[in-house]
């Protein structure tokens, strides 16, 4: 079992920056590729960006690319979502997720099998 808590998310106004942190408790976080989904209002969940277990390999969603950059400290059993020049598009429920699973296929939520409870992003106009 892992458990994920996000943190992080809060109102800012649209071309800000904002971190999200995702802390990670549980079995061995370095064994984990991770996720972060996002849902917006009225709409369905959709990928944002995926890390893979040693950090190597990462993926973004074409909405977010050169935008938002993910990361993850194993030592610290934590992973980030820097995001900056941050839209009004781009309010939603954070998710941070996790899938013993590795490669492209990380970019599938139905990959994942633990999920946290998300964390609130609203950008302003």
């Known amino acids: 079992q892992v458990q994920l808590v996000e943190s992080g998310g809060r109102l800012v106004q649209a071309g800000g920056s904002l971190r999200l942190s995702c802390a990670a408790s549980g079995r061995t976080f370095s064994s984990y590729s991770m996720g972060w989904f996002r849902q917006p209002p009225g709409k369905e969940r959709e990928f944002v960006a995926a890390?893979?277990?040693?950090?190597?390999?990462?993926y973004y969603a074409d909405s977010v690319k050169g935008r938002f950059t993910i990361s993850r400290d194993n030592a610290k059993n934590t992973m980030y979502l820097e995001m900056s020049s941050l839209k009004p598009e781009d309010t939603a429920v954070y998710y941070c997720?996790?899938?013993?699973?590795?490669?492209?296929?990380?970019?599938?939520?139905?990959?994942?099998?633990?999920w946290g409870q998300g964390t609130q992003v609203t950008v302003s106009s």
């Open positions: 890390i893979s277990s040693s950090g190597g390999s990462t």
């Open positions: 997720a996790a899938t013993g699973r590795d490669g492209p296929t990380i970019i599938y939520s139905y990959r994942y099998d633990y």
